[in-house]
Structure formats: structure tokens, C-alpha cells
């Protein structure tokens, strides 16, 4: 298989929740979920139901020292051991935001320098 990520995934496994966004921008939905892996273009989260493809969301994340809440759209969904899963393509990141998940997934790189081979973004 032919790596297509732009992005080496770093896992992790912590608890996080989001909104799903209406088609007007407004958060319809609330729900919590974790990460598998994340990058600096997107995050892996298993959620408790199926998120659809292009769906827009808001994710709060908490790294570190930060909390911080960031807007991607489904970029997959697949349903893995009877569980849910989405790969989720980060949009509009701002500087700071950025700088923070630049950072996180750095620290994951430091203590697992193999990365890992999953699914991509």
C-alpha cells in the first residue's frame, strides 16, 4: 500500500468531546469520544455512533496545558471491531492552535519514534 499521509500519526488514546456542526455552522449535536492518533492535519477518533463523511465538527482537545477546540470535516468513517471510527482532516487552524498540535504530536514523537502505520487522512 502506497503511504499517501502527508503527516506521521502518533498514537495516543485520550478522551475528548465534540459538536457536530448544522449545515448553518450552529453546533447541533454534542458527544464524547477519544483519540487514537492524531497529526498536524488530522486526528483518529472512535466515537459511540458513525460520523458521515464531510461532516463538520468541532473538536475539544486538551494537550497538555491547553484546551483548545478545533474545526475539521469527515474525511472517513469506518466501523472497526464494532466500534466507530472517523478520520478527521483539521480546518481552519489558526497560528496558536497549530503551534500547540505541532507540539503535542512532537512529545508523542519523542517517545515513539516508529510513529505507526494506520489508516490515512
Known amino acids: 500500500m502506497t503511504e499517501r499521509r502527508l503527516a506521521r500519526r502518533q498514537e495516543t488514546v485520550d478522551l475528548l ?3 457536530i456542526l448544522g449545515d448553518d455552522g450552529e453546533k447541533v449535536e454534542y ?3 477519544r483519540t487514537l ?3 498536524e492535519g488530522g ?3 472512535e ?3 458513525s460520523l458521515q463523511l464531510g461532516q463538520m465538527i468541532i473538536i475539544t482537545l486538551d494537550l497538555g496545558d491547553s484546551l483548545i477546540e478545533i474545526k475539521g470535516i469527515v474525511a472517513h468513517a469506518v466501523i472497526s471491531a464494532g466500534r466507530y471510527q472517523a478520520g478527521v482532516k483539521f480546518a ?3 497560528k496558536e492552535s497549530t503551534e500547540i498540535i ?5 512529545a508523542f514523537d519523542r517517545r515513539n519514534p516508529k510513529g ?3 489508516a490515512s487522512l
Open 92 to 94: 481552519d487552524l489558526d
Open 116 to 118: 505507526i502505520e494506520k
Open 47 to 49: 466515537t459511540p455512533k
Open 102 to 106: 505541532q507540539e503535542y504530536v512532537e
Open 43 to 45: 486526528i483518529l477518533l
Open 17 to 19: 468531546d465534540y459538536f
Open 31 to 33: 458527544s464524547m469520544g
Open 37 to 39: 492518533n492524531i497529526s
